[in-house]
């Protein structure tokens, strides 16, 4: 069993930046490949990127490329979400999920672990 816990979020002004963790309980986590997601209001819930078990590799949605950097120690069993140059757009709850699972899979049923959600928000 994993349990996944969010942190970081907050309100932010457009162009500034937020770094997202999620700390993981149970041993089996580093075996894990992990993700962001993000959920607007009235809006299904989207990919945003993905790391594989190791860290060696990344994938990421083409709206956050370039801004947002994603990055796991395995060693304290957290993960991480860097987000700069921010859009009012990406203003959602995001979460963190973990599971046996290609990085660029990004149907968020294919997760089997989720985090309760961090809210972000972004003022123009």
């Known amino acids: 069993q994993v349990q996944l816990v969010e942190s970081g979020g907050g309100l932010v002004q457009a162009g500034g930046s937020l770094r997202l963790s999620c700390a993981a309980s149970?041993?089996?986590?580093?075996?894990?490949?992990t993700a962001w997601f993000r959920q607007a209001p009235g809006k299904d819930r989207e990919f945003v990127a993905a790391?594989?078990?190791?860290?060696?590799?990344?994938y990421y949605t083409d709206s956050v490329k370039g801004r947002f950097t994603i990055s796991r120690d395995n060693a304290k069993n957290t993960v991480y979400l860097q987000m700069n140059s921010l859009k009012p757009e990406d203003t959602a709850v995001y979460y963190c999920?973990?599971?046996?699972?290609?990085?660029?899979?990004?149907?968020?049923?294919?997760?089997?672990?989720w985090g309760q959600g961090t809210q972000v928000t972004v003022s123009s």
């Open positions: 149970g041993r089996t986590f580093s075996s894990f490949s």
């Open positions: 790391i594989s078990w190791s860290g060696d590799n990344t």
């Open positions: 999920a973990a599971g046996y699972i290609s990085i660029t899979a990004m149907n968020p049923k294919g997760y089997h672990y």
